[in-house]
């Protein structure tokens, strides 16, 4: 590196220190790491407290980093930005690095910080600009490549970010970040070929004990909806780094998509516990609560759907018996079925949840007001069918039509979320 007199080149810093490192994380993709060294990788859990810190910060997925502890003696302004992106905050390290660069425009090294930096930011263009600066500079740089991949697939560029990739791996097969790129680059691309099926495996090959190698594995199963396989590469992640935010929220995304909403509500609370900021939880949680919400609607409709059917046109009880029910037992019938139907479901949530039920039902009205408002049309909609019950015909028609406007209300509710949704994308 160039900094304070001294200079030395990107082969000879990878010669004098080794080749191994950490990585970031986001939107379920991982990276980094040299070729494995055993003896040292059985010691990355006693490298002290600045590694926990490091691992307890929820940081932007997909971010190389260097594949290559720093230099001892660097610019200290190097060390501060590493600082700040470990706390996420971009801002103050591309401030630290600006004197820095002003002085030495020719530090790879500094230059990718930077780049690093941009992409934390949320600043794609300027991080791919600045990456292939570095890479210019210094050719056989593979972090400036994998950070030029990463930029590139922000940008919706994949094909140029495949090839990116791939020139970070031709420049170090030996470390299994550059293999973990390759694999992420389709992971971003939703469209996993066997390339980067291969790559991922290659990478856990490489670095067994390396969490993020197995969360790139489970992140291409994720993405090819191979759910015991994700569950598995993702609860070894957890294995090696219990408190993983990326591993722990996958895990729970895949018991989601198997059904098991109560399971996934308690990862994804437990997530916002530790972090509160973090967007992903409260976006995961929402979509818990919404799976849970839509169950229950369903469950209404049905009873609602079955009492205006076999009633329909009926005005005096005597005229409609049905399975030789009187009117006002048969409301109580379908009303009591549903409520069982409906409590049932949310023992199951309780038990699945454990202690953190409580807390995820306490999260809904902070985190989404329009599920709150669905929520209250449910309660509202089965009140309503209870009330049905002990009221004459007439008033039970009135008070059924009332409760499938709240049912028709809870539906618009769903197409407002969505639409929502496509306009945050």
């Given at each position: 590196m160039r900094g304070r007199g001294r200079t030395c080149t990107h082969r000879q810093r990878r010669q004098r220190n080794g080749a191994h490192d950490h990585h970031g994380r986001r939107a379920g993709c991982t990276e980094r790491s040299g070729p494995l060294n055993v003896e040292l990788a059985r010691q990355r859990s006693q490298r002290g407290v600045v590694r926990r810190r490091r691992r307890n910060v929820r940081r932007t997925e997909g971010l190389p980093e260097e594949s290559q502890a720093p230099v001892i003696g660097e610019d200290a302004a190097l060390a501060h930005a590493r600082t700040y992106l470990s706390i996420g905050k971009p801002v103050e390290a591309l401030r630290a690095l600006a004197a820095h660069l002003a002085t030495h425009p020719d530090d790879d090294r500094g230059l990718c910080l930077a780049s690093q930096a941009h992409l934390v930011a949320g600043e794609p263009a300027r991080a791919l600009e600045t990456a292939q600066s570095?890479?210019?500079?210094?050719?056989?740089?593979?972090?400036?490549?994998?950070?030029?991949?990463?930029?590139?697939?922000?940008?919706?560029?994949?094909?140029?970010?495949?090839?990116?990739?791939?020139?970070?791996l031709g420049l170090a097969p030996q470390l299994w970040v550059t293999h973990a790129q390759v694999a992420q680059v389709d992971i971003a691309a939703r469209h996993i070929t066997p390339a980067a099926e291969e790559a991922a495996r290659h990478a856990v090959e490489l670095a067994p004990l390396e969490p993020d190698a197995h969360l790139t594995v489970g992140n291409i199963a994720l993405a090819k909806r191979q759910w015991a396989d994700a569950e598995r590469s993702f609860r070894a992640a957890l294995t090696l780094a219990p408190e993983h935010a990326a591993a722990r929220n996958n895990l729970s995304l895949v018991m989601l998509r198997q059904g098991r909403a109560g399971?996934?509500?308690?990862?994804?609370?437990?997530?916002?516990?530790?972090?509160?900021?973090?967007?992903?939880a409260v976006r995961n949680l929402r979509a818990v609560?919404?799976?849970?919400?839509?169950?229950?609607?369903?469950?209404?409709?049905?009873?609602?759907a079955v009492v205006t059917v076999a009633f329909s046109g009926n005005r005096d009880p005597g005229d409609s018996a049905v399975y030789g029910l009187v009117w006002t037992d048969f409301l109580a019938l379908v009303a009591v079925v549903a409520g069982i139907f409906v409590v049932v479901y949310i023992v199951r949530l309780r038990r699945a949840a454990g202690a953190r039920f409580a807390q995820f039902v306490q999260s809904v009205p902070r985190i989404d007001r329009l599920l709150t408002a669905w929520a209250g049309l449910l309660v509202a909609d089965f009140a309503l069918m209870v009330a049905a019950c002990f009221t004459s015909v007439y008033v039970a028609q009135l008070l059924y039509l009332l409760a499938g406007a709240f049912l028709v209300a809870g539906s618009l509710v769903v197409v407002a979320r969505r639409s929502r949704a496509r306009t945050a994308n």
């Open positions: 570095a890479a210019e500079l210094s050719a056989d740089n593979e972090w400036a490549w994998r950070l030029i991949a990463l930029s590139l697939s922000k940008l919706g560029r994949h094909d140029d970010a495949r090839q990116a990739a791939q020139t970070a399971s996934a509500a308690a990862g994804f609370v437990d997530i916002l516990a530790a972090d509160p900021g973090s967007a992903v609560a919404a799976v849970a919400l839509r169950r229950i609607h369903f469950i209404l409709w049905v009873a609602f």
